[in-house]
């Protein structure tokens, strides 16, 4: 019988702090109920001391009680405990999670402190956490720039104070899997008690290893692994979900393990997360990227004719992405759009169904074929609720090659009614961002422009992505409409009501969540 790995999902907590990820509450409790969808084991659902809107967002998810155990991250102090623990404590089941660094570059450029401090400061944090809750997790930061003699005394030290599950941290992607299979092995012949608990590991991509490290952790003893959906995370990211389930999957016979992780939920979870934060999906992605289940080449399509195991180790169906392109059109009914929904993974409640397949009738009125990826771009930006305080209603664009293009757009504000401005550029997107900002009153610095076809055909939709700046934050947003111009302004405009969600949840307390999110492991 196969050993078990439990999967523990970062994703609203070190996946938020990637930037431009920010998400709202409505957001993040979305994507805590496909998480428990996929049936992860553990939701890491934020850092309920960085800001009070993180606090309530941590405490909506546990009260929700999805069904996974629900974390939150604190540092080695009273404090953060006390508000982890408040946040949590409405889940049936609940976790505190602390840490504190312990290489000796933190130690003295951080922390400013001694061996024997931080050994007292894990045990007095691990003990409080017991008190308030029987599931303990323990993180010494940077543990792969730690020296093992060191690292494996503040382990024990964490043990012996009640922690129930080590995680190992490789905070700045710096070892290689050979290298960590040997710190665990360490751990596991220096360290009494450690095969009581849950051995975590906790892996960043800063060279392009986070998974490949993760994989070596759990041959080495690691029982459980710390990931995000499309290993989105601080810098070059985390330790991606999809494809560390999919490796332990594919290669069982090797790994003899298992994770509980209903693999075929994959797919929309991606596409979700990717919605949400405006991070697109490299094509050539693992898993669950455009291309991985895409042969062009001749010698590759003659194979997969013959047998679909020459050259794919594992089915399209096993991620949740359906291999049927089934259109549908203007005459398609209710029933038949369901029923392609479901196909294609996603749970739409009946009022998100019915404004899905409202917007999918509209969509139909303008081109000829519906296609699964039109299908996936309503899904994506439809939820059943008002996104924010501006929803767009109407937009008139003029452009002449000698003269600049202008834009007429008219929102809808939060009673509903519609206000109206005309701005001018020099192309219709920049026209349409001006007006939108006199509207809003948000003027955003734009950095990065992408679009992309949703589907195929000269009457595809366009899925355009945007990163934007504004006061010193960046943000990043996705819009989509067979007209290119009005998918820029979705993405714009979702971007506008993102910054002013975050100015009603967060107010003056901004410039201490941001130093807040960045002493994390």
Not at 155 to 171: H, K, L, M
Not at 372 to 397: C, Q, Y
Request: with cysteine.
């Amino acid at each position: 019988m196969s050993d078990r790995v439990r999967i523990f999902d970062t994703t609203l907590r070190d996946g938020e702090q990637a930037p431009g990820c920010s998400m709202t509450l409505r957001e993040k409790l979305r994507i805590a109920k496909l998480l428990a969808e996929l049936n992860v084991d553990i939701i890491e659902a934020g850092f309920p001391a960085a800001s009070p809107g993180d606090f309530e967002s941590v405490k909506a998810i546990a009260d929700e009680n999805f069904g996974p155990v629900i974390c939150g991250l604190a540092r080695c102090n009273p404090g953060d405990i006390e508000k982890v623990h408040a946040a949590v404590k409405g889940a049936e089941r609940h976790r505190i999670h602390v840490f504190v660094a312990t290489s000796e570059i933190h130690r003295e450029h951080k922390l400013r402190m001694a061996k024997e401090e931080i050994i007292r400061s894990a045990q007095g944090a691990v003990r409080m956490a017991r008190e308030l809750c029987d599931d303990v997790e323990f993180s010494p930061e940077d543990a792969s720039r730690t020296e093992l003699p060191y690292l494996a005394d503040v382990v024990s030290a964490a043990i012996e104070a009640g922690a129930t599950t080590i995680n190992i941290p490789d905070t700045v992607g710096y070892t290689v899997p050979a290298e960590f299979d040997e710190l665990f092995r360490y751990l596991k012949q220096h360290v009494a008690g450690i095969d009581a608990v849950t051995l975590s590991v906790h892996c960043h991509d800063d060279l392009g290893m986070a998974v490949a490290n993760s994989l070596a952790a759990v041959r080495a003893g690691a029982r459980q692994v710390e990931c995000t959906i499309n290993g989105i995370g601080e810098r070059a990211g985390n330790c991606s979900l999809e494809e560390v389930v999919m490796a332990l999957k594919t290669r069982a016979e090797f790994f003899n393990l298992e994770t509980g992780v209903d693999s075929t939920r994959l797919y929309p979870a991606s596409r979700l997360v990717a919605s949400i934060t405006g991070m697109q999906i490299p094509r050539n992605k693992a898993v669950v990227g455009e291309n991985a289940f895409a042969h062009e080449a001749g010698i590759h399509q003659h194979g997969m004719l013959q047998h679909s195991s020459t050259y794919e180790i594992m089915r399209p169906e096993d991620v949740g992405l359906a291999r049927s392109s089934l259109v549908l059109g203007k005459h398609s009914g209710r029933h038949a759009f369901r029923d392609r929904v479901a196909e294609l993974g996603f749970e739409l409640d009946e009022f998100e169904t019915n404004r899905a397949f409202q917007e999918f009738k509209k969509l139909a009125d303008k081109k000829k074929d519906v296609y699964d990826g039109d299908i996936e771009a309503i899904i994506m930006n439809v939820d059943g609720k008002s996104t924010g305080p501006w929803a767009l209603h109407r937009m008139e664009v003029q452009t002449d090659s000698d003269a600049p293009a202008s834009a007429t757009v008219t929102l809808q504000n939060e009673s509903g009614e519609p206000v109206a401005a005309t701005a001018t550029g020099d192309g219709p997107v920049a026209a349409a961002f001006a007006a939108l900002a006199q509207l809003t009153g948000i003027h955003v610095t734009l950095h990065k422009f992408d679009l992309h076809s949703a589907s195929v055909g000269e009457d595809a939709q366009g899925e355009v992505t945007i990163t934007v700046e504004y006061e010193g934050n960046s943000y990043r947003a996705t819009g989509a409409s067979v007209d290119i111009v009005e998918a820029a302004a979705r993405a714009c405009l979702e971007v506008t009501n993102r910054i002013l969600r975050r100015q009603q949840l967060d107010g003056d307390d901004k410039p201490a969540r941001e130093k807040l999110s960045r002493a994390t492991i």
